[in-house]
């Protein structure tokens, strides 16, 4: 059993919230059952312990380093650890049988990573990264791209990145400016040839000896396009080209992270010489010209929800290890009974400390079932036989993607907070893991779009499109909750009150604020927005997970618990946040650089 993610919450979340059990009715499931679910999910529990959360201090204390032949080194546990993943088949679990994949639900597939995120991220983001690879080209590449790159991904044999980023543009790619050239000659089997001069930074697996090639997905701007993102084409740039030829990628230098160090984060120069003629490294198209970023998305999303299962699953890391020290740790004495007499008690029997462990528990385990949520919309979309509710899952998971990126990426993060106050001292210390949870997770709030892109995202683009309808078919599916849990009468209906007033004034406020005419005013308070969305989306899922949370055990009562804690301590500060909106402040908008 992991001790780092609680197999029984996934159980549930699985089986009795998501009625995964349906799927394998779907043609495309047809082979799968509860037998072939658990069987991935103890595999998965069985390496994950064995071989990656082995490592994951050895390696948060031993940074990749570019040796004397340049090469990157990194410490041998992880190529054994990523070698038991591909051998398992974990990395194909979702892709078709065709290219050897399992053809398992992404939502039984995304709970197994979240079991390894959970003991080790920084070793797991090398096959998450591959596997977004790999999907974005298992859709929108030829099939020669398909059986040149992505069958040796889904083998192990070759890793991917994402290439996006450069020094000085960061998440604005509008301002990229790494340069496409095409080659005279045509058209060749593999795509378009085209030679790549730029630099891209911050890419994470962008070198190492892990594995016999490196995909590479490098946008750039090719000749023909307008300003802007429109110029954006999409690339394969491998490391070596399928000749074995060594392709013009240069690893510059290696940036070191406060967290997540066992994961190689690079700078990249594409075509100076280093391994060519200066003419550029080669890259093959992906699809049509100038449509690079609408291809990237599809990576860009999945790595989106994929970071906000990498931040649950450091902040139930985090739980689990301070649950257990908070039931195990003797200090102090209850309030009534100070005598010396008295023996000390285990901290968690003092409210403070029942608190913080309430928090972390609403935070990690709300987190999850929103993302699993998430990944249950995915294969809705994907297997519905009624194409309104494909259309229907596709809405909500647009809305729903800033939110499963973002949400957990803060309130997971301060979970890992707490989880160090429950320590005490000695979670400072990095002789306990939770410290090393903590440094891990603060990359999740800036990495696939920063907090405030998101903010931006969701009120100045999701909930506006189509004329709204994405905000209302949010609005409608709380709603059928809100109805189930009024009729199901008690403190279920209690909490459908507040949470459909709470919905009610998120869609006042929305309205107010494109009232205004001014988008920049408008955007001013984007963030405040997600945040408060955020936490009306959690408390949804925490009244939703409730009412099938019927059970006597302590497992039901501990679900009933936080849903009570999520309402009375967590939905209370969207009141202040909706207000802010509300009020058209103009405080950050008015406020001069030079004051500061």
């Not at 029997?349 to 913080?356: F, I, L, Q, S």
């Amino acid at each position: 059993m992991s001790e780092h993610m609680s197999r029984r919450d996934i159980d549930f979340l699985l089986y009795e919230w998501l009625d995964t059990l349906e799927l394998p009715s779907r043609d495309r499931f047809a082979e799968h059952s509860r037998e072939t679910f658990d069987g991935v999910l103890d595999l998965s529990e069985d390496i994950a312990t064995k071989l990656f959360a082995t490592h994951n201090k050895i390696s948060d204390r031993t940074d990749p380093e570019i040796g004397p032949d340049g090469k990157v080194v990194l410490i041998p546990e992880i190529g054994q650890a990523l070698s038991a993943f591909n051998d398992a088949g974990l990395i194909a679990a979702s892709f078709d049988e065709e290219l050897g994949g399992m053809q398992l639900p992404h939502t039984v597939a995304r709970a197994s990573t979240v079991i390894f995120q959970a003991a080790n991220a920084a070793t797991t983001s090398y096959a998450f990264l591959t596997v977004g690879n790999a999907n974005l080209l298992a859709k929108y590449g030829t099939p020669a791209q398909i059986d040149t790159w992505v069958r040796p991904m889904l083998e192990g044999r070759f890793y991917g990145t994402m290439c996006l980023s450069e020094p000085q543009a960061g998440s604005s790619l509008a301002d990229i400016t790494t340069k496409a050239t095409p080659v005279e000659g045509g058209s060749a089997e593999l795509g378009d040839a085209y030679r790549i001069h730029g630099t891209k930074m911050w890419i994470s697996g962008g070198d190492h000896e892990l594995t016999e090639n490196i995909v590479h997905l490098v946008l750039a701007k090719a000749p023909g396009g307008g300003p802007g993102v429109k110029g954006i084409s999409l690339f394969i740039v491998p490391k070596f080209l399928p000749d074995g030829t060594r392709n013009d990628v240069a690893l510059v230098g290696l940036n070191h992270k406060m967290g997540n160090r066992g994961t190689t984060n690079t700078l990249l120069n594409f075509g100076d010489g280093t391994f060519g003629d200066g003419d550029g490294a080669v890259g093959y198209l992906v699809g049509e010209a100038h449509r690079g970023l609408f291809y990237m998305f599809n990576m860009m999303n999945e790595a989106r929800i994929g970071v906000g299962f990498l931040a649950t699953a450091l902040g139930y890391a985090g739980f689990q290890k301070s649950l257990e020290y908070a039931k195990v740790r003797t200090q102090g004495r209850p309030v009534d009974a100070k005598s010396a007499d008295v023996a000390p008690v285990p901290i968690i029997e003092h409210a403070d400390v029942m608190r913080m462990m309430l928090a972390q528990k609403s935070y990690v385990e709300g987190a999850l079932a929103l993302g699993l949520y998430c990944a249950r919309l995915l294969d809705e979309e994907q297997t519905a036989a009624d194409p309104d509710a494909r259309d229907r899952a596709h809405l909500l998971l647009e809305v729903l993607t800033p939110i499963a990126k973002s949400w957990p990426s803060q309130w997971c993060l301060e979970a890992n907070s707490l989880a160090i106050q429950v320590h005490g001292g000695y979670g400072y210390t990095t002789e306990f893991d939770v410290e090393q949870f903590y440094r891990d997770n603060r990359l999740n709030p800036i990495h696939e779009g920063a907090h405030g892109i998101h903010g931006l995202d969701l009120l100045g683009r999701k909930v506006i499109m189509d004329g709204g309808k994405g905000l209302q078919l949010l609005g409608e599916t709380i709603g059928a909750t809100v109805a189930r849990a009024k009729a199901a009468g008690g403190e279920s209906a209690e909490y459908a009150d507040q949470l459909a007033a709470k919905v009610a004034r998120l869609g006042e406020v929305t309205a107010q604020v494109w009232a205004s005419g001014d988008p920049k005013l408008a955007l001013a308070n984007a963030t405040a927005y997600l945040e408060a969305a955020g936490h009306i989306v959690v408390a949804w899922l925490w009244l939703d997970q409730s009412l099938s949370a019927t059970g006597d055990d302590d497992f039901y009562r501990g679900k009933r618990a936080a849903t009570k804690y999520f309402f009375a301590y967590e939905l209370p500060k969207t009141t202040a946040q909706l207000d802010l909106l509300a009020s058209l402040d103009r405080t950050t908008l008015d406020t001069d650089p030079s004051w500061l």
